[in-house]
């Protein structure tokens, strides 16, 4: 069974900065592109991020460029979102998924996805 685990939300002022973590058990995660997502009250889930199964080639929204940054630890299955100088505009659900080999920012294409850790910026 896949599975997916974000941790390290919170709540945080803005500027202030947060690192996520993604887990995932059950797929061979070396061979998986990774991908986070984020969804605020009342709108749809949109792209943050994604990293290929190699590590290199990262995506980012334009949002965040600049800001966050994605690394992944295939050794210890791991993704990481860290977020610099965050905006209260990047509140939200965020989620962490799974993509065979090639990323994408279209979130239906991605095959298994974590639960969400939530983040919470204020001004």
């Known amino acids: 069974q896949v599975q997916l685990v974000e941790s390290g939300g919170g709540l945080v002022q803005a500027g202030d900065s947060l690192r996520l973590s993604c887990t995932a058990s059950?797929?061979?995660?070396?061979?998986?592109?990774m991908g986070w997502f984020r969804q605020a009250p009342g709108k749809e889930r949109g792209f943050v991020v994604a990293?290929?199964?190699?590590?290199?080639?990262?995506y980012y929204a334009d949002s965040v460029k600049g800001r966050f940054t994605i690394s992944r630890d295939n050794a210890k299955n791991t993704v990481y979102l860290q977020m610099n100088s965050l905006k209260p505009e990047d509140t939200a659900l965020y989620f962490c998924?799974?993509?065979?080999?090639?990323?994408?920012?279209?979130?239906?294409?991605?095959?298994?996805w974590g639960q969400g850790t939530q983040v919470t910026v204020s001004s």
């Open positions: 998924a799974a993509r065979y080999l090639v990323i994408s920012t279209t979130p239906n294409v991605y095959h298994y």
């Open positions: 059950g797929l061979p995660f070396s061979s998986y592109a």
């Open positions: 990293i290929p199964s190699s590590g290199g080639g990262t």
